[in-house]
C-alpha cells in the first residue's frame, strides 16, 4: 500500500509520529536544501495541517535525509528492531494484525535460537590448525563481531554495532561466505535478541517514522515507500516474491548447485525446501545469477546462454538482451523492480470490462 493510502486510513494521532519524524528532518535539512525549502513554503511551514497528498510529496523530497537518519537510528535499537525489520519488509507482512506479527516474531525467533544453538558446537568443536573447514569460518566471523560489539565498553559506552561495523562485518560475512541465516545465528550468541517486548520495539519503529499503528484496528502499516527503503538498508537488489519466481524455473540440478556452492546439504532434500533454504541464504540476485548458479568450470558464455533462456522463462519483455553477463542481469533486476509500477498503472481484463459497464451505465448515448 503506497504511502498515500496509509496516510488516508489511519487518523491523525496515529500519523503524528511519522509527521514529527519528516518535520524534524526538513527542519534540519532545510537550510542547505532548496527543495525542500520551496516544499515547506509552500505548506507555510505547517506539516501536521498538511493533506496526505502534500506529505507524500514532502516525503520523496526528504527521502534522502530519512533513509540516513533510519540507517543511523536502527542501529541504536539493537538487535529486536533488526529482526521486526526484516519481518515487516517481507511480501505479505505490510498490511498485518499485531498478533500475527507477534506470532511471525515468536517463530522467527525459534529459528535463529535454534540455530545459533547448532552454530555454538560447531563452532567450540573447531580446531585452530582446521583453517578450511566451515567452523573455521564462522569462528572467525563470531570473533571479529564480539570484538565489535564489546570494544564499545573499554572506554565506558554501551556495547553496540556502529553503522561502520556493521558495513566492515558485512563484508566480512560475504568474502567467509557466512551466509545470512549463519549471519543471524552467530549474532544471536553475542548480542542476544529479546524474546518478548515486540510491543515496544514496534512502538520504537514508530518513533522513527517506519510504522503506523491502528490502535482501533490493532494493525500495523508499513508503505511501500518504507518496504523499499528496508529492502535497501537491507542489501536486498529484490523482493522476495521475484527472487522466488527466479528460483522456481531452476532446474533441481541446478537448486542443488547453488546449495552446494554454499556447502549446505542436498541428498534427501526435496525441491520446496531447497528453494526455502536459498531464500534463507539472503544471497543477492547478482550474486545468484553470476556465480552460484553454475559449476565452478562454466563458461562464460554459457552462463550468458543460461541467462537469455531465464528471461524467456520469466517472460520478460525487454528491449534489449544485453551482451555481456553484468549487463543482462542488470536488465533483469530492473525488470523486476519496474514492474510494480506497470502493474499498477495498467488496467486487467476484468478491470476493463467493468469501466466499460459503468460507462454504459452513465453514458448511454456515448
Excluded at 138 to 146: K, N, P
Excluded at 157 to 167: F, L, M, V, Y
Aim: charged residues 30%; glycine residues 4%; contains cysteine.
Amino acid at each position: 500500500m503506497k504511502l498515500a493510502n496509509v496516510l488516508s486510513i489511519v487518523n491523525q494521532v496515529e500519523k503524528s509520529k511519522f509527521i514529527n519524524a519528516i518535520d524534524r528532518i526538513c527542519s534540519d535539512a532545510v537550510k542547505h536544501d532548496k527543495k525542500i525549502t520551496a516544499q515547506l513554503n509552500k505548506l507555510e511551514g505547517q506539516i501536521k495541517d498538511a493533506s496526505s497528498t502534500d506529505i507524500t510529496q514532502l516525503f520523496k523530497i526528504a527521502l534522502p535525509y530519512f533513509e540516513k537518519t533510519v540507517r543511523d537510528q536502527l542501529d541504536l535499537l539493537g538487535a529486536q528492531a533488526t529482526l521486526l525489520t526484516n519481518i515487516l519488509s517481507r511480501d505479505g507482512n505490510s498490511i498485518a494484525r499485531i498478533s500475527w506479527v507477534e506470532a511471525l516474531y515468536s517463530k522467527e525467533w525459534e529459528a535463529i535460537n535454534l540455530r545459533a544453538t547448532e552454530l555454538k558446537s560447531v563452532i567450540e568443536a573447531t580446531e585452530s590448525n582446521d583453517y578450511f573447514s566451515d567452523g573455521k569460518r564462522l569462528s572467525i566471523y563470531y570473533a571479529c563481531y564480539q570484538e565489535a560489539f564489546s570494544n564499545d565498553e573499554r572506554v565506558n559506552r554501551e556495547a553496540k554495532i556502529s553503522n561502520d561495523e556493521r558495513c566492515i562485518l558485512n563484508v566480512l560475512a560475504k568474502q567467509l561466505d557466512v551466509t545470512a541465516d549463519d549471519q543471524a545465528g552467530v549474532e544471536h550468541l553475542i548480542e542476544l535478541i529479546p524474546m518478548n517486548g515486540v510491543q515496544e520495539s514496534l512502538n520504537e519503529l514508530r518513533e522513527l517514522g517506519l510504522i503506523f499503528i491502528s490502535r482501533k484496528r490493532q494493525t500495523v502499516y508499513v508503505p511501500d515507500e518504507i518496504v523499499n527503503l528496508l529492502h535497501r538498508l537491507q542489501g536486498k537488489e529484490l523482493a522476495d516474491k521475484h527472487q522466488m519466481r527466479i528460483l522456481r524455473t531452476f532446474s533441481d540440478s541446478e537448486l542443488s548447485i547453488v546449495l552446494k556452492n554454499h556447502r549446505k546439504k542436498i541428498r534427501g532434500v526435496d525441491r520446496k525446501e531447497k528453494i526455502s533454504n536459498i531464500m534463507k541464504l539472503g544471497i543477492s540476485t547478482s550474486q545468484l545469477l553470476q556465480t552460484d548458479l553454475y559449476n565452478a568450470d562454466t563458461a562464460l558464455n554459457d552462463k550468458k546462454e543460461r541467462l537469455k533462456i531465464l528471461i524467456n522463462d520469466l517472460d520478460l519483455s525487454l528491449d534489449k538482451l544485453g551482451t555481456t553477463l553484468e549487463e543482462r542481469i542488470a536488465l533483469i533486476v530492473i525488470s523486476f523492480t519496474t514492474c510494480a509500477e506497470k502493474e499498477f498503472n495498467s488496467l486487467s481484463a476484468t478491470g476493463f470490462k467493468e469501466l466499460y459497464s459503468a460507462l454504459q451505465n452513465h453514458f448511454p448515448k456515448l
